[in-house]
């Protein structure tokens, strides 16, 4: 789904920020009739001094979305509009104002499209990493600045923020069910998954693994926010039981010469499981002409790892 919202931005991202969880950056936050952030959100945006002197961002806004339980952050010189939404994101214009929603002409693409989701939200998640939390007594001072509304200046970048898109890449992969437990690894990997929440697109969502073995270029390149499509076989079984709509990875794990890789898994992610046959069909209509066999492990392109997403959304 892309969708390009201009007159309907605010209407439409109210009603899908009701009962999401959401992660932005957004430059300048002034009013929150639109979007409330509270328990679990996560906001970035330019809060610096000028910005609450000049009126662009409200310090009272603020304040009511950290006792709502929203974790903010200051990043001066951020001109971002990035608002991800559960597995949606809207990349566009608006700052989130009253001038926004009724004065000016905004234009956003919402999307779902799994690569460009991810691509933003890991881009908010290089600015959350770089800015300043905003903690209460921080939000207090803020509340303390006289508001002049004077013509604003532009804000000043923080010293050596770097943000880099990340070049996301899809795998087929097949797995197996394990034959044999691993409990000393799974110790490692369990106190991984604990610290893993802020990296879920959806709080519903589970952090699942698989275990990796041998030498092979998925092992050797596969990282952090790729994307797995998993062909999972039980014992026994030639041929795949189940593919799992694409999820992706948000960490790896080396442990006793192995490597985990740590998956989202998503709410229901198995009523939406296609048989072995329905799949090789999908495959072949997203343009993927390369033989799929029950053990492979290739990497697709992204135009046919998008065009399997809705294909499967689809079917």
């Not at 991202?13 to 959100?41: M, T």
């Not at 303390?144 to 770097?162: C, H, L, N």
Request: include cysteine; glycine fraction near 6%.
């Amino acid at each position: 789904m892309n969708r390009l919202l201009s007159h309907n931005l605010w209407p439409t991202i109210s009603k899908l920020a009701k009962n999401a969880v959401k992660r932005a950056a957004i430059a300048y936050v002034s009013s929150d009739e639109y979007i409330q952030f509270g328990e679990g959100d996560v906001l970035v945006c330019d809060s610096s001094p000028n910005a609450i002197k000049t009126g662009q961002t409200s310090a009272a806004v603020l304040k009511r979305a950290h006792d709502r339980g929203a974790s903010l952050y200051r990043l001066p010189g951020l001109h971002a509009k990035i608002v991800l939404l559960n597995e949606k994101a809207l990349i566009g214009s608006a700052n989130a104002s009253e001038s926004s929603a009724t004065n000016l002409v905004e234009a956003g693409l919402l999307t779902d499209q799994p690569t460009i989701v991810l691509t933003a939200q890991s881009f908010v998640n290089q600015l959350r990493s770089q800015a300043e939390e905003l903690n209460e007594n921080k939000l207090q001072k803020l509340l303390e600045i006289k508001v002049t509304k004077r013509m604003p200046t532009a804000g000043t970048a923080k010293a050596g923020v770097k943000v880099k898109p990340k070049e996301n890449r899809t795998w087929i992969i097949g797995t197996a069910e394990l034959l044999k437990e691993f409990p000393e690894e799974q110790e490692v990997v369990d106190e991984v998954i604990e610290g893993l929440s802020d990296k879920l697109s959806n709080p519903r969502s589970s952090v699942n693994h698989i275990r990796w073995s041998g030498n092979s270029r998925f092992r050797e390149v596969c990282e952090e926010d790729d994307w797995l499509i998993q062909m999972w076989r039980p014992k026994g079984r030639k041929n795949p039981s189940w593919i799992y709509e694409p999820m992706p990875v948000v960490e790896r794990v080396e442990t006793d010469g192995v490597t985990y890789f740590l998956y989202e898994e998503f709410p229901k992610s198995d009523l939406r499981t296609k048989t072995w046959s329905n799949f090789k069909k999908l495959a072949t209509r997203a343009g993927i002409t390369r033989h799929i066999k029950p053990g492979s492990q290739f990497e697709i392109t992204e135009i046919q790892a998008d065009i399997l997403a809705s294909l499967w959304k689809e079917a």
